[in-house]
């Protein structure tokens, strides 16, 4: 199982930059790659709570985990430590062994002079959910959060 981990400093108080990772309005606009659209059908942020979310490709030759150009996956949160720590357990809705599975995603926030230091640890990457794409869709997703929050 593979695994992703990046650092991020974000031009934010962490009581802002935590409630933009839990709020569903806020997600669906920045957990998302480029050449993507989001779509939360479901998220309930407590410990516990559930959510289920899809990613359309807007290319129309481009391949989904789940459907022809949608990835969907669902889960749950496993550990929410107000203003330092969101940890999910996410699982594709996929009939393609290679990416199927739970995974661990970790986000954990720490200050630094008055902004956010972001350390997210994407664990348990299935075998066709190669580190380096998965690198690069977390990046282009923390450039959009970054810009989100900084501006709020």
């Known amino acids: 199982m593979g695994m992703t981990r ?3 400093l974000v031009r934010a108080p962490r009581e802002r930059v935590y409630r ?3 709020d569903p309005d806020a997600v669906a606009k920045w957990k998302v790659p ?3 659209t989001c779509r939360v059908h479901e998220f309930d942020a407590r410990e516990g709570g559930s959510f289920r979310v899809s990613l359309t490709y807007e290319s129309p030759t481009a391949a989904g985990k ?5 990835d969907t996956y669902r889960g749950h949160f496993a550990r929410l430590v107000p203003f330092e720590t969101v940890e999910e357990v996410v699982e594709f809705e996929t009939a ?6 739970p995974m661990r ?4 926030l720490t ?3 008055g902004d ?3 350390v997210v640890v994407h664990d348990g990457l299935p075998p066709g959910l190669s580190p380096e794409d998965n690198e690069v869709g977390w990046s282009e997703a923390l450039s959009k959060f970054a810009a989100l929050a900084e501006r709020a």
């Open 96 to 101: 393609d062994p290679s990416f199927a599975g």
């Open 34 to 36: 480029s050449g993507m």
């Open 20 to 22: 933009a990772l839990i």
């Open 66 to 70: 789940t459907s022809a150009h949608t």
């Open 105 to 108: 995603i970790t986000i954990v």
């Open 6 to 8: 990046l650092v991020r």
């Open 111 to 113: 200050e630094v002079d």
């Open 116 to 118: 956010t230091q972001i």
